[in-house]
């Protein structure tokens, strides 16, 4: 079934965008595990090739006039959660069927290669990016809450663009149209089915 998106957000379509020295970006989760896991082709639901290309030309053009690429602490647990998703899909892949908690507990090396893929992941963004920080407070959770019942968001997301609200940043780096029911951002993609649906609803920015 197609989604049905109504656009919130200003959308810009990075195909047709050059960053600048001036912009901040925070950039997503799933961009930082297409860019750095070495082994996300390999899994049962490989990243498509454009968002592999697309937002590493994006990036690597981000870095090259020197844009300023921020990362969430709150990304650590979603990259964890991820790459030992997708580690245990390669070792499924070839040795039957484990279980994440079996995988997890039972074989020793193969989570070691969990915990190295993430060291090593978290060690790139730590050189590419800045930190952008938040205190998870009562309040955060409250503002999160709220933000939950008119905001298509998942939990990770939530919270991620609370940090945002509080370091003043606007634009966001992803694929995920979720972000995209979001008044006060600009998501800056390559998702065809985004980028169109903000063309027809007239919220598609050129720069």
């Not at 998106?5 to 595990?33: G, H, M």
């Not at 921020?70 to 069927?97: M, Q, R, V």
């Not at 920080?133 to 609370?162: H, K, V, W």
Request: net charge negative; proline share 3%.
């Amino acid at each position: 079934m197609s989604i049905n998106y109504t656009i919130q957000a200003e959308v810009v379509n990075i195909r047709s965008d050059s960053p600048k020295p001036e912009d901040t970006f925070l950039v997503d989760t799933n961009v930082w595990y297409w860019l750095l896991y070495s082994r996300a082709t390999l899994t049962n639901s490989p990243p498509r090739t454009y968002q592999i290309r697309d937002y590493y030309s994006y990036i690597m053009n981000s870095v090259s006039v020197k844009s300023l690429l921020c990362y969430s602490g709150f990304s650590l647990a979603e990259l964890a959660h991820l790459i030992e998703k997708a580690e245990l899909d390669i070792f499924n892949g070839t040795s039957g069927t484990v279980k994440p908690k079996e995988y997890r507990h039972n074989y020793s090396v193969e989570r070691s290669r969990v915990v190295t893929e993430v060291k090593s992941v978290w060690s790139s963004i730590k050189q590419m990016a800045v930190p952008i920080n938040l205190t998870l407070d009562e309040s955060i959770t409250d503002a999160a809450l709220n933000r939950f019942q008119t905001q298509s968001l998942d939990g990770y997301d939530l919270l991620i663009l609370e940090t945002m609200e509080k370091e003043g940043i606007v634009n966001v780096i992803t694929d995920d149209g979720d972000y995209v029911t979001v008044p006060t951002i600009r998501v800056f993609t390559t998702n065809r089915t985004v980028i169109q649906a903000a063309q027809s609803q007239g919220k598609l920015v050129i720069r």
